[in-house]
C-alpha cells in the first residue's frame, strides 16, 4: 500500500532503479550512522555471487532451521514463502548460521524473478550457482554447497521480523546489497536516511574533483567535511 514516503518518491520501482544508478552500501551505512542506527550492516560472510551485483527492494523475510529427518510433505512453506514475494521484494532468508542447510537454488530464483522478485539475500547457503549467475538473478549469500534442503532445513515462518547476518529485518524494510554488504535501512528512517546518503553522494563527487584537481585532503575536508 502507498505511503505519504513512498509518494515522495514516486513509485518503489522509481526508488529502487535510483537507488541502484546512484547510491552503493557505504554511502547508506553512513547515512545510517547519522541518523543514529549504527548497527545494520549485515555480517560480512554474506558475500554477492558475482562481485558486480547490486540488489535493492523491500524485505519480504523467511525464517529457516534445521531439520532431521525427510517430512511426508516437504517444501510446504518454502513453496508459501517464495509464491507469496510480490513485485519489487527482496527475499531476506536466516538459517541461524547452519551449514546443513541448502535454501536456494535455480528454480526457487526462477519463481522469484517471475513473482516481480529484485534479488535474494541469504544468510546460508546456496546452490546452482552456475545458473543462477547465467539468468542474472542478484543472490547474497554465505557459501555454496550442492546439498537438497529436503531433510536438512524447513520453513517456519516468512513476512515476519526475523535476524539476519545479526541485524534485526521487518516486513518491508528497504534492503541495499553490493560489493561492499549489505545494510537494511527501517522503514521509519527511508526517507531521512536516502535523502542524506543522495546528498552525501553529491558531496564526495565535490571532494573527489577538488582532490583529483590538486587540493589537500585536510583542505578538501574542511571545506565538505566528507571522508
Not at 527492494?57 to 531439520?67: E, N, T, Y
Not at 546460508?124 to 546439498?147: E, N, Y
Request: glycine letters at 8%; one cysteine or more.
Amino acid at each position: 500500500m502507498e505511503t505519504e514516503k513512498n509518494r515522495a518518491w514516486g513509485t518503489d520501482t522509481e526508488l529502487f532503479d535510483l537507488m541502484e544508478k546512484q547510491l552503493y552500501a557505504a554511502v547508506i551505512s553512513d547515512a545510517l550512522d547519522a541518523s543514529g542506527y549504527r548497527e545494520q550492516a549485515l555480517r560480512h560472510t554474506i558475500r554477492p555471487l558475482h562481485p558486480e551485483t547490486v540488489v535493492v527492494g523491500r524485505a519480504m523475510p523467511v525464517l529457516c532451521v534445521d531439520v532431521y529427518e525427510i517430512p511426508d510433505e516437504p517444501y510446504q512453506q518454502e513453496i508459501a514463502a517464495v509464491d507469496s514475494l510480490k513485485q519489487n521484494d527482496v527475499l531476506v532468508c536466516s538459517t541461524n548460521g547452519s551449514t546443513r542447510i541448502c535454501f536456494w537454488g535455480e528454480l526457487l530464483s526462477t519463481a522469484a524473478r517471475a513473482r516481480g522478485a529484485r534479488g535474494a539475500v541469504i544468510d546460508g547457503f546456496i546452490r546452482d550457482a552456475k545458473q543462477i549467475l547465467a539468468m542474472g538473478f542478484p543472490i547474497f549469500t554465505t557459501g555454496l554447497s550442492p546439498v537438497d534442503s529436503n531433510g536438512r532445513g524447513d520453513v517456519v515462518a516468512y513476512n515476519v521480523p526475523i535476524e539476519c547476518g545479526g541485524v534485526k529485518v521487518n516486513p518491508g524494510d528497504i534492503v541495499f546489497g553490493d560489493a561492499d554488504g549489505v545494510v537494511v535501512i527501517p522503514q521509519m528512517v527511508e526517507t531521512v536516511v536516502i535523502s542524506a546518503a543522495l546528498e552525501k553522494v553529491s558531496g564526495e563527487n565535490r571532494t573527489r574533483d577538488a582532490l583529483l584537481a590538486g587540493a589537500t585532503l585536510r583542505e578538501v575536508y574542511d571545506k565538505f567535511g566528507i571522508l
